[in-house]
């Protein structure tokens, strides 16, 4: 199907486990980016990435890792997960020539 | 550093018209946006200011001053169906990442 994609939708795991969050879109949109939602928080910026293997942090990368290696893909990964890392998250894109993104269904990830 | 300033909730009644501001402080600038996200879904692109101005699409309108970093959303004949929570955005022109605010919960009242 077109769009973006986030998978898994749900996931539980245990602190100090490793776990990767997939995200996938057909668009071929040059930018995807990662965001984390919170009570109070709103939407803040993981990592983002202008290009297949170019990444950058955003306002809260500590304890995240991000790979870029096909543009349609962009996986964010929580080395060794601790429950402050217990969020929705969201994965976005959009084209570079355009200010409009666009969201995966988000992920919500609880640790135990 | 940046940031975005926005009331945290905001009440209106069913067919009033509802304002909600946002004020940023940013080191890059390119344009302000809106998104509207409702309970347990995902953000979902509402408008886009890249200059001064009003910008209307249907009943909801967006108005920036690049002066006063400053923007609003304007939605007019407010539906039930409104009832969520809106982000204002800024594009940062120097690394073009988009940063949000932290939302403003719209409730509406019959």
């Known amino acids: 199907d077109a769009g973006i994609t986030q998978s898994p939708r749900y996931k539980i795991t245990e602190t100090g486990r490793q776990v990767t969050l997939m995200c996938h879109q057909t668009?071929?949109?040059?930018?995807m980016f990662w965001y984390r939602q919170d009570l109070g928080h709103g939407l803040r910026l993981i990592y983002y990435s202008a290009a297949a293997d170019i990444t950058d942090k955003g306002e809260v990368p500590d304890g995240y890792v991000v790979s870029r290696s096909k543009t349609e893909n962009f996986p964010l990964t929580l080395e060794s997960a601790t429950r402050s890392q217990t969020s929705v998250y969201f994965c976005?894109?959009?084209?570079?020539?355009?200010?409009?993104?666009?969201f995966g269904q988000g992920t919500r990830l609880t640790v135990v | 550093g940046q940031s975005l300033e926005q009331p945290s909730e905001v009440t209106a009644v069913e067919g009033a018209i509802v304002q909600i501001n946002c004020t940023y402080q940013t080191s890059g600038f390119y344009g302000l946006s809106w998104y509207q996200q409702h309970d347990g879904g995902a953000p979902t692109f509402l408008s886009y200011n890249g200059l001064d101005g009003l910008e209307e699409t249907g009943r909801f309108s967006s108005f920036l001053s690049r002066s006063d970093s400053y923007g609003y959303l304007l939605l007019q004949e407010l539906q039930m169906k409104d009832s969520a929570s809106y982000f204002c955005a800024v594009r940062d022109d120097r690394d073009d990442k988009i940063i949000f605010g932290k939302g403003t919960r719209l409730h509406i009242l019959p």
């Open positions: 668009w071929s949109h040059s930018y």
């Open positions: 976005a894109s959009r084209v570079a020539s355009n200010t409009e993104a666009f």
